[in-house]
């Protein structure tokens, strides 16, 4: 059971550069999260998901976009990179209930030069 | 403002050792208080869950206690081991009525030396 994937784990990208941060899931679940964690920053919630074709932003999304065509992928695109976008990205997923457990992925290391 | 505060911010104990880490919270209404371990280059992955009715549930030498009243929380850890350096994230979740996302607290980071 793979559980959370996430690709990629490491990138590198030029300031104003785009890309696509990959997460997917086999667990069938509905609730599905992207947070970047920064040092002494804890994890902060970018956007989320409750469905196939349903976003909400979270408390950081500025710079980001996320769509949701199937229950299993979430991608998170970012426009025009920048320095402070260079952080540790982590998807997320569980069923939808309140305080079910949370399966991350291993985390996107990105930097932005 | 739903908040969760964690304390210490970290900490370095000797192996063997016991530890306490703490949470406490304002949100409301209350519906469970996780307990994530996040080792160094991983995502976080859960511990505990405490629900409302709930004192004291352990899961090895882990034991997490709840004080609703109080609204405080903490995570023990016993007979500490190397493996035990991580950092401890607590998360609250809000019952009916509230919001369905979970408010993160910024972690503990606890370093056990041999």
């Known amino acids: 059971n793979a559980g959370v994937t996430q690709t990629p784990k490491f990138q590198v990208l030029k300031t104003g550069q785009s890309m696509t941060l990959q997460c997917a899931q086999d667990?069938?679940?509905?609730?599905m999260s992207w947070y970047r964690q920064d040092p002494g920053m804890g994890l902060r919630l970018i956007h989320y998901s409750v469905g196939a074709g349903i976003t909400d932003q979270g408390e950081v999304p500025n710079g980001y976009n996320v769509s949701r065509s199937t229950t299993e992928d979430f991608p998170l695109r970012l426009l025009s990179a920048a320095p402070s976008q260079t952080s540790v990205y982590f998807c997320a997923s569980s069923y939808y209930d309140r305080g079910n457990e949370a399966f991350f992925g291993q985390g996107t290391r990105l930097t932005v030069v | 403002k739903n908040q969760v505060e964690q304390s210490p911010q970290s900490l370095i104990i000797l192996e063997g050792k016991n530890c306490t880490l703490q949470?406490?919270?304002?949100?409301?209404?209350?519906?469970?208080l996780r307990w994530y371990k996040q080792d160094t280059g991983r995502g976080p992955v859960s511990l505990t869950i405490?629900?409302?009715?709930?004192n004291t549930k352990s899961n090895g030498r882990y034991t997490a206690t709840l004080d609703a009243d109080t609204k405080q929380s903490s995570l023990h850890i016993t007979a500490s081991q190397l493996s035990d350096s991580a950092s401890y994230i607590c998360?609250?979740?809000?019952?009916?009525?509230?919001?369905?996302?979970?408010?993160f607290g910024r972690g503990t980071s606890l370093i056990v030396h041999p």
């Open positions: 405490m629900t409302f009715s709930e």
């Open positions: 949470c406490n919270y304002t949100v409301s209404p209350f519906s469970n």
């Open positions: 998360v609250v979740s809000l019952a009916s009525g509230g919001s369905y996302i979970p408010t």
């Open positions: 667990m069938n679940h509905e609730y």
